[in-house]
């Protein structure tokens, strides 16, 4: 879908609420918004830099008198937190996820928009049946199946990496787009010879790229944001992720603000940046799954 | 090419050959998905039934058939209390939570596809809750709801109200409006505690960029055409928004309605990390109180009760689902 | 697919599930003749604890000399499992790891758990341990360990057999502001509750607009409301297990004094351990917690001259009882070797000079009255006499019952507690909500 970016002619406006309040109300409407949305945010920061009864003051105190850069390097040297071990585990287990998730979704997505096969209908339609598969309750069975009677895999990177590598939202949104080729180019690359993998790897991906950034983009921030599955599937502290690692840090931190919300901001600030670089491919991929009639 | 004769049956034999290649390449790239949501969801979700069917506490402990589902469907057992106290919480939830959403992120939607300077960046900033982790926003919200140096009870200091233990506070809040006023309320009508509130204000937060993206989405997805040829032929605001806009919306919408419903009913995560069920109980959604059964009070049946909890609530939150999809499908236009 | 094949699928899986299980419920720990055999190769075993932090390094340094210097080849590793939720976070994971067939040869735990494990059949039994000839206690040295410790290692649901070794122990004891007490004149610290509650309310002060910035008490730990009722006569739980007994009238008496000091404003409602900081502050004539808050009231102090102690509590009437409670290790079954080097390990910690080190290091109190004779521990106590004061107070304390079901029942009284502090409902409500709530989870763990 075209991004329109020409400002719609008042005519032409959905609602022309000019009439109802001037264009200041609007912005003054928008920006409390956007205050309430960001103040969280703020807080973290500002409050992550206060000297240590600043943080717990009251009334609160919204610019910092004082600003201690050392807060952050007590947080991050914070005896039984390793965070240094629980980024990079982190980063691994997200990039592999997103790599698995990609071929897969790729893959089954292809599949079922472009190849003619028997039971497709009712292999999809079961897919989406799978989204009603109780989660509260398959944590337990996937965690005897972690068990060391079963595949070993308790307490490892693979236990945090492999259930991922498949998501049903991957595959509907790779459909969706490879739906959307033109029926040409198919018929173009058969003609010419070419399978479904070469026409895959050479035509189809580098026209559906919106959708892997998005789903690229997607997967790493879920990996990242993991919580629940690795607390209960890891046990040494070496090998757990980041989010495992703020939860241990805040049981122990108490009430000390200051570094609590250093940690709280170690955690969300490389989201916060790669979001930032990439915000078009995630709003814009969040925006199509709306598009459906 | 020259057309050779080929005899029939080896036409359809190398056709058949062709279509049996096809399936079986289709099914190539199918495998890594299918293996794995075969092994991940499927299995575990056919143990997870089984379970239900036993008495299982730390270990196996015998076959019950279906005394877990009697048990917590029996009005006069213990677990059957629990269970509707906590699909009432969900109720709460999902009332405090969908609604106000969605209206907010439906006028800020609006207002955005005026053409605001700006947009982008608005939308942008709107999102941002969406993306980061519950885990480190909650902590960050810890903060602010906090009993004594809290932001939010120093707001609501400055217009005269007293500070409120929020996310510990396990009152009802139309007990609490009540009670201010002199009235005071039966405990049946105590309504949701402030605690349930001050998660849902959180899970408002949370969510409000991302509907509202896809209700902006939504609104550019109607053609401006026809509020051209609506404003030619003289229809007034009311009109177009009542005749055009919504209708065409109302897929958007609809979609939007279902899937949040859905999900505030699974929420779990932000309320773990938030108030683990607490105080009193007055935020331990379904969700929550699986967990609990599963996790700490596993030694008395946990599992199998567990268990057989969660498929009673897939069953509910079928049965809701088909109801959206029921009385409010109707009203969606499609065109 | 077909009838027969999903019958057949269904049937499969449920065989594996059971197959994945361990031995039958209700097993009664397996006696075992495995204790007097020797070590001949290197062991290597794994302990699951709670210690976090400075406490954490103090116990490596004592494994690492324990590995350093056994003799026997036992290597013992420890690893903190408590995902920064204690006891809780053990628990959950151990009970996973069962779930898992993966569980350590060692695992602190309070008590109540412990006997949930043994449900699984998981847990060696220690009496062979114990009374070996060859590698077990001899008469004095099990004489030495205070009875009450040994006593809460015997589990009632399973025959009174031992099957857990006490660990870190600390107690419920009553804290004073010395100072303060002087202050509002008095010397002695209160014989009968009324007496307290007429000191505690003393202390209250107000600024100007009616908030209190002082005090009487802190006494909202579920133990300290416990001790309150065992002081007062009553009980926890019926001998018989049959019910609970903190629903008599000793139970509606100790409610009714929370009640009416949250009601009258002369208690103070901690968030979390903030209660230190009022204590530190001086605004707290007395404070209900476990001897472990010795250590952290004086970081808190950061040297400030405050003149408390410990105390002992008020009784109506019969000798006064401290609760004790704390963390205890259970042996898992693995193999006979391993159950040996576990317990060598256990044996090692709990003699006399290690576990007046431990002590000395970390606040908890040591196993054996012998410790008392420990140069170690006497300068610890220099420096702290609120330790010793505590630690004179031990043979005198019981435990809560190590039964299935003990932290439910308490989970009962907190409900019960919070019900109190919202002011949610009255004493008799709430105390008889607990009760129904408690007794529930007695009988469903029979």
Request: hydrophobic share 50%; charged share 15%.
């Amino acid at each position: 879908m075209t991004r329109t970016s020409a400002v719609p002619t008042s005519r032409s406006r959905p609602l022309n609420l000019d009439k109802i309040g001037p264009s200041l109300a609007k912005h003054a409407l928008l920006i409390l918004g956007a205050a309430v949305a960001a103040f969280p945010f703020y807080w973290m920061i500002t409050t992550s830099f206060k000297e240590f009864g600043e943080a717990a003051k009251s009334p609160p105190v919204l610019w910092p008198t004082s600003w201690h850069l050392e807060n952050w390097v007590e947080a991050w040297q914070y005896p039984h937190t390793l965070w240094a071990n629980a980024f990079a585990n982190t980063i691994f287990i997200a990039s592999m996820t997103t790599l698995g998730e990609l071929t897969t979704s790729v893959l089954a997505g292809y599949a079922f928009a472009r190849m003619r096969f028997r039971g497709r209908g009712v292999l999809f339609a079961l897919l989406l049946a799978t989204l009603f598969i109780p989660t509260e309750a398959t944590i337990i069975p996937n965690f005897v199946l972690m068990s060391r009677r079963y595949l070993g895999w308790y307490d490892t990177y693979t236990a945090q990496i492999v259930p991922f590598l498949v998501s049903i939202f991957s595959i509907f949104l790779l459909r969706q787009f490879f739906l959307g080729l033109p029926q040409e180019l198919h018929d173009a690359a058969r003609i010419d010879g070419a399978g479904h993998l070469r026409f895959l790897w050479s035509i189809g991906l580098p026209l559906v790229r919106p959708a892997l950034v998005t789903v690229s983009l997607l997967t790493f921030l879920n990996a990242w944001n993991a919580f629940l599955w690795p607390l209960i599937i890891t046990s040494r502290p070496e090998i757990r992720p980041i989010q495992v690692m703020l939860v241990q840090f805040t049981t122990e931190g108490g009430s000390r603000y200051h570094l609590l919300m250093a940690g709280a901001a170690f955690v969300i600030l490389p989201t916060l940046v790669v979001y930032l670089i990439a915000q078009r491919y995630f709003i814009e991929g969040i925006a199509r799954t709306g598009i459906r009639g | 090419m020259a057309a050779e004769v080929i005899p029939a049956k080896i036409r359809v034999a190398s056709r058949r050959r062709r279509i049996f290649l096809e399936n079986f390449e289709a099914y190539l790239f199918l495998a890594p998905a299918l293996i794995l949501i075969g092994l991940f969801q499927v299995v575990p979700g056919i143990a997870a039934f089984v379970m239900s069917l036993t008495r299982w506490g730390v270990i196996y402990e015998r076959w019950a058939w279906f005394e877990n589902y009697a048990a917590i469907l029996d009005p006069s057992g213990a677990r059957f209390g629990e269970f509707v106290n906590a699909l009432g919480v969900t109720v709460w939830y999902v009332l405090l939570t969908v609604p106000i959403e969605m209206a907010i992120a439906l006028i800020v939607a609006f207002v955005l596809y005026q053409g605001t300077r700006g947009r982008g960046a608005y939308r942008v900033v709107y999102f941002m809750p969406y993306i980061t982790s519950v885990v480190a926003a909650a902590t960050i919200f810890e903060w602010m709801f906090d009993a004594n140096f809290g932001f939010l009870n120093y707001v609501i200091g400055l217009v005269g109200v007293g500070s409120q233990a929020w996310l510990r506070e396990p009152r009802g809040i139309f007990q609490m409006i009540g009670s201010a006023f002199g009235a005071g309320l039966p405990d049946s009508f105590a309504g949701p505690s402030l605690s349930l509130v001050a998660v849902s204000i959180f899970t408002i937060w949370h969510f409000i960029g991302f509907q509202t993206v896809i209700f902006l989405a939504g609104l550019t997805n109607i053609s401006r055409e026809l509020y051209e040829a609506a404003r030619i032929d003289g229809a007034r605001e009311r009109q177009i928004l009542r005749r055009i806009t919504l209708p065409l919306l109302s897929p958007t919408l609809f979609f939007v309605g279902i899937i949040a419903t859905v999900g505030a009913m699974r929420s779990f995560s932000q309320i773990y990390v938030l108030t683990n069920g607490g105080p009193l109980d007055t935020t331990r959604t379904v969700p929550l109180l699986i967990f609990h059964t599963f996790f700490e009070r596993t030694a008395v049946n946990g599992i199998g009760l567990g268990a057989a909890m969660s498929f009673i609530f897939v069953l509910i939150i079928i049965a809701i689902t088909l109801f959206q999809f029921r009385v409010l499908g109707r009203r969606v236009f499609y065109d | 697919m077909g009838t027969m094949r999903r019958v057949l699928l269904v049937t499969t899986i449920a065989a594996i599930l059971v197959g994945a299980c361990g031995p039958g419920p209700q097993t009664a720990p397996a006696a075992s003749t495995d204790a007097d055999i020797s070590l001949t190769a290197p062991v290597e075993i794994t302990l699951w604890h709670n210690q976090t932090g400075v406490l954490a390094k103090a116990f490596n340094d004592l494994v690492v000399e324990f590995n350093a210097t056994n003799g026997k080849g036992i290597t013992v590793k420890a690893e903190d499992q408590s995902s920064g939720n204690s006891y809780t976070g053990i628990y959950q994971k151990m009970l996973g790891a069962i779930q898992a067939g993966a569980t350590p040869e060692m695992v602190v735990a309070v008590e109540n758990q412990v006997a949930d494990y043994a449900k699984a059949g998981v847990i060696v039994e220690l009496d062979p341990y114990i009374n070996s000839p060859k590698n077990g206690l001899s008469k004095e040295s099990l004489a030495d360990i205070y009875k009450p410790y040994l006593e809460s290692g015997k589990y009632p649901q399973y025959g009174n057999k031992s099957l857990s070794f006490p660990f870190v122990k600390s107690l419920e004891v009553l804290y004073r502001n010395d100072d303060l007490a002087k202050e509002l004149g008095f010397t002695a610290p209160p014989k009968t509750w009324d007496e307290f509650e007429k000191q505690a309310k003393a202390a209250l002060k107000t600024d100007a607009t009616g908030k209190a910035t002082r005090w009487g008490v802190s006494i909202f730990s579920i133990d300290t409301w416990l001790g309150q009722v065992m002081n007062r006569g009553g009980s926890i739980v019926k001998a018989d297990l049959s019910s609970v007994g903190f629903d008599g009238k000793e139970g509606l008496a100790s409610l009714q004094l929370l009640e009416r000091c949250v009601n009258e404003g002369w208690c103070y409602i901690p968030k979390g351990f903030d209660w230190q900081d009022r204590f530190a502050e001086g605004n707290l004539l007395y404070v209900g917690a476990t001897s472990t808050s010795i250590g952290f009231i004086i970081d808190t102090l950061k040297g400030k001259p405050l003149n408390w102690s410990v105390v002992p509590w008020p009784d109506a009437g019969a000798a006064a009882k401290q609760i004790q409670f704390g963390g205890v290790v259970a042996i898992t079954k693995t193999t006979p070797e391993k159950q040996l080097a576990s317990w060598e390990f256990l044996k090692w910690f709990s003699d006399s000079k290690q576990t007046a080190r431990w002590a000395a290091a970390s606040g908890y109190m040591p196993l054996r009255a012998s410790a008392a004779n420990d140069q170690a521990l006497k300068d610890y106590w220099a420096k702290r006499p609120q330790s010793k004061q505590a630690f004179d107070l031990i043979p005198g304390s019981v435990a809560g019952p190590s039964i299935r079901g003990y932290q439910e029942i308490r989970d009962s009284i907190s409900e019960m507690e919070t019900k109190i502090t919202t002011k949610k409902a009255k004493a008799e409500e709430a105390l008889a909500a607990a009760a129904t709530r408690a007794n529930t989870a007695l009988k469903d763990n029979k």
